[in-house]
Each structure stands twice: as structure tokens, then as C-alpha cells.
């Protein structure tokens, strides 16, 4: 627990002051993110089972990650069927045929998600709207932790993860929506109860769903963290699963609703 505080006390502040400043800052810690991140995806692939080009994945994972401020015509077009033949040709050169489905699936997962955080940042108020997502997103995951540790009974998923009980989920879905709640207000987001209320609500049930997704690799490869970089947390990757799913939802939610 004091590991996890510890890393929580400087981990938090780093992410949200790249936010608040934007890019080029905030692509160059997402990009490093990315790349730490993907190394452990790709290391899970390989202790489930599968075959990777965990080379060209660490590579193509942060392109995925910067189609969104790169120039014509570094779009997103253009990257998917770069990394569609490249992982296509090298499947072929080593007689791997299915490797080229993980190592392109590997860098969807990490690269694309997260650079709909990039997105959200270039939107009308895009810092604030980060910033809440951000928020949002750890108080769930901080919630549920420690409600789980002190009130969990039932288990939620336990093929998947036994450390999951729905009270922690519940005490997740709680935070998250207080959180919101208070941010929408604190940060003057365009948007009022009726709509932050189902924002937090969304936040938890992604958040939890990224976590979830992630401890189903982990239960694949036999392992309980995904590295070791993040003390009292486990790998980058451990910490960004939910922040994967949620990022994507706040960017359409705020595109198609303010």
C-alpha cells in the first residue's frame, strides 16, 4: 500500500500537468506510454500462446497514437494499411500466419485507444475535458479498490479476476460519478447534472470493462501484473486498461452531446 501511494503521488500530478499543457507534452508522455505499454501487452501474447512481431508492434503502436495531430497524409488511412502490409509481409517471411493478428490487434488496442486522449485535448476545452476524464477514470479505479478490500463479498468475474467483487464495482460506479459530478462544476464544462450524471456512470462501466479486458490477458498468460515498472500498481499497461476504454468514451460522448 505505501508503494502504491508513493507512485500514486507522482504518477497523478505527472499526467494531469502534461494535460494541462498540451502538446507537444502530452504526445511525447503518451508516446512513451505507448511504448512501455505495448512491450507488455506483446510479452502477454507471448506467455498465453501467441506468436508476435513484438518489434514491429512497439513501432507502429505509437503511429497509431499519432494519426491524430500528424499532417496529411500521416492519417489514419495511411498507418492501417502500412501496418496491415507490414505485419502481412512479415507473417509471410517467417512462416508465422498468424502472428500478424496479434502484433496489428496488440497496436490497435494501445495506440488507437489512447490517441483518442490526443483527440479529446485538441476539442473546444479539451484540457478540462481530459482533466475529468482523467479524474473520473482514476476515482473509479481507486474506489473500487479499496472498497472491494473492505466491503467485497461477491465476486464479479472470478474466470477472470477473483479480486473483483461487485462491491468494489459498485463503490467504483459511485466515485465516478461524484467526481464528475464535482468537475463538470469546478471546471465550467458545458454540461449539467443530467448529462454528468450518465457521464460518470459510462466513465465506471468502461473503466471497469478496460480492467476487466486486461485481466483476462493476465489470466491467459498465468501472470498477476503486466511488468513491474509502476510499484504497488504493476506494469504501465495496468495502469492505462481502463483509461484505454474510457478515453474513447468521453471523446464521442462530448463530440456528439455538447
Known amino acids: 500500500m505505501r508503494q502504491r501511494a508513493i507512485t500514486a503521488a507522482w504518477f497523478t500530478p505527472l499526467i494531469l500537468g502534461v494535460a494541462w499543457l498540451g ?9 512513451l506510454t505507448s511504448l512501455f505499454a505495448a512491450r507488455e501487452l506483446y510479452d502477454l501474447i507471448s506467455k498465453a500462446g501467441g506468436n508476435t512481431f513484438t518489434l514491429l508492434g512497439v513501432v507502429l503502436t505509437p ?8 499532417p496529411f497524409p500521416l492519417t489514419l488511412p495511411f498507418i492501417l494499411t502500412l501496418a496491415l502490409l507490414s505485419c502481412l509481409l512479415v507473417s509471410l ?6 502472428g500478424w493478428l496479434w502484433t496489428l490487434g496488440g497496436a490497435l488496442y494501445i495506440g488507437w485507444l489512447l490517441s483518442f486522449l490526443l483527440a479529446l485535448r485538441g476539442v473546444e476545452g479539451g484540457r ?30 472470478p474466470s ?4 473483483k467483487t461487485w462491491e468494489g464495482g ?8 461524484l467526481v464528475c459530478l464535482a468537475l463538470t462544476y469546478l471546471l465550467d464544462l458545458p454540461i449539467n447534472y443530467k448529462l454528468a450524471i450518465p457521464l460518470g456512470l459510462l466513465i465506471a462501466i468502461f473503466a471497469q470493462s478496460g480492467d476487466l ?37 468521453v471523446y464521442y460522448y462530448v463530440i456528439w452531446l455538447t
Open 63 to 70: 503511429l497509431f497514437l499519432l494519426s491524430v495531430p500528424l
Open 128 to 157: 478540462e475535458w481530459v482533466i475529468l476524464a482523467l479524474l473520473t477514470t482514476f476515482a473509479n479505479d481507486t474506489s473500487a479498490f479499496f472498497s472491494g478490500r473492505a466491503w467485497g463479498r461477491h465476486h464479479l468475474l
Open 170 to 177: 459498485i463503490g467504483g460506479v459511485l466515485a465516478a460519478i
Open 93 to 98: 517471411v517467417s512462416k508465422n500466419p498468424l
Open 23 to 31: 502538446n507537444p507534452w502530452l504526445a511525447l508522455i503518451l508516446c
Open 160 to 163: 477472470l479476476s477473483p479480486g
Open 213 to 249: 479486458v486486461e485481466s483476462s490477458l493476465k489470466r491467459a498468460a498465468g501472470v498477476k501484473d503486466s511488468g513491474r515498472l509502476l510499484p504497488g500498481h504493476g506494469g504501465v499497461l495496468d495502469r492505462f486498461d481502463s483509461i484505454l476504454f474510457t478515453s474513447p468514451l
